[in-house]
């Protein structure tokens, strides 16, 4: 097999393309060809030693994949050879071959493609787990999505709307914009032109949203969260600008509003059995066509430097795809 092998988390530059020993898979675990495997934020990290998870090394990075099972190990009956599943195991992505728990595979059904299904779990359970368990979103309510054409941005665009709520999409050029409109949002806002609370107010008729989904963080989120309607929901979900903002607490106090944390990853740790369902219900929204990932574009896995290149561009719509012969 070959595989990006991460000998010294210090940086993309480190990795290496290299040839190892295809593995056998041992108790619990599914050997896997990887045809497709998607680059989400966390990928950057953890070859940064910066993720709060941080894997002894040599480790193969990619956390997030979907291919087909070659081989099965003691004990798992519910995988046979040559089917197709997805799979979020935090590492071992970014290769031909990755030995991977059964335990956090995925079944495909049919009408599911790779390239689809490896950049489905992590962008569209956070979005899901985020506006309808964490801020309980309700048809006809109103949605701001900051970062709205980035993977979860996007991923939260499409089931806000398939709540039946209004989407007002933000982003940072107005190509970005376009996208967040193609894919259902009512309104799109180029937050790097103008007053963003002017726009917001704008959008809004002055009521203001009734959620805030902020993956974005930094200078955004105070001007956001004072433009948030009476019982607004502001969803914490990331930094992806970098600084941690903090807010004054006489904010939420005069709106009645709630600032409610999102850490799906956790969520799934600790209640497996309602993340289960809601996965179920995101195959089915997939089949039912209510909610598809944007595909950016796929590249070949031995261009991975290029992707996470092009990732740290901030140029990326949607996700990024690796994908083996
Ligand atoms: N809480 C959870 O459970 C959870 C789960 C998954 C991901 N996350 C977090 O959510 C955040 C977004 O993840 P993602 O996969 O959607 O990432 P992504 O695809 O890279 O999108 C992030 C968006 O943030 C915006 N952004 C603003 N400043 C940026 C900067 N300096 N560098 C890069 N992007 C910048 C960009 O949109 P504009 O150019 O339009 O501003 C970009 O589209 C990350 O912090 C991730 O760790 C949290």
Known sequence: MQAWLCEDPVGVDALQWKELPTPQPGAGQLLLRIQAASLNYPDLLIVQGKYQHKPPPPFVPGSEYAGVVEAVGDGVTDFQVGQPVACLSGTGGFASHTLAPAALCLPLPAGFPAVDAAAFIMT????????LD?????????????????GVGTAAIQIAKAAGARVIAAASTDEKCELCRSIGADAAINYSQGNLRDAI????GGKGPDVVYDPVGGDFAEPAFRSIGWRGRYLVVGFASGPIPSLPLNLPLLKG??????????????????????????AQWYAQGKVKPVI???????ELKAAYAHMASRAVKGKLVLVND
Request: aromatic fraction near 6%.
């Open 201 to 204: 107010k704008e959008a809004t």
């Open 296 to 302: 950016d574009r796929t590249m070949p896995m031995a």
């Open 124 to 131: 569209y359970a956070t979005s899901h787990h985020a506006l």
């Open 134 to 150: 964490r801020a309980q979103l309700k048809a006809g309510e109103t949605v701001l999505v900051l970062g709205a054409a980035g």
């Open 257 to 282: 509003a709630s600032i409610v944390g999102v850490f799906w990853g956790d969520y799934a740790r600790r209640e497996p059995q309602a993340n289960a369902a809601m996965l179920q219900q995101l």
